[in-house]
């Protein structure tokens, strides 16, 4: 894992308040933003539930939005921040996507698809692989999610 900088904690705020924006639609909050050139490209939230999209994880969301922006499937040269862990399918549609890069906060112990569960983006076995930082703001990103299901019980 490569080491964080000052930098990701500022786009990380961004993908938290993305996250805090799926929570109070009653979403779990994960946020997620991509940026090209040190340019944010797209952001956005989980939506699962108000579009009735079992994939409409905060990245897979992010992609699409700059895939449709760019014109292109592809997305090299990109950095992906989310709050939470990716997981196995959305850690596989950053390999397709082609992203750079990926800065994660906290890591999901049960389905984390990059370091935690699976090692999808750099375990060489795929086409594609992504440098990886994780653990930015990790108390915050953690602390949402626990905040999120402690109302729900």
Do not use: W
């Not at 991509?34 to 999209?53: P, S």
């Amino acid at each position: 894992m490569l080491r964080p900088s000052g930098r990701d904690e500022k786009i990380m705020e961004l993908a938290l308040a993305e996250a805090r924006y799926a929570a109070d639609l009653g979403e779990v909050p994960v946020g997620a933003v991509l940026v090209l050139d040190g340019e944010v490209i797209a952001r956005a939230g989980n939506n699962l539930i108000a579009a009735c999209d079992p994939v409409g994880h905060a990245e897979i969301r992010a992609l699409r939005m700059a895939a449709g922006q760019l014109g292109n499937y592809r997305l090299p040269g990109t950095t992906l921040y989310v709050t939470l862990e990716p997981c196995p399918m959305c850690a596989t549609a950053m390999i397709h996507a082609r992203i750079e890069r990926l800065v994660f906060g906290a890591t999901d112990p049960k389905g984390g698809g990059v370091v935690s569960q699976y090692r999808i983006g750099q375990d060489g076995r795929l086409n594609h692989g992504f440098a990886i930082s994780g653990g930015v703001l990790a108390g915050k990103c953690s602390l949402i999610l626990k905040e999120f299901f402690q109302k729900r019980r």
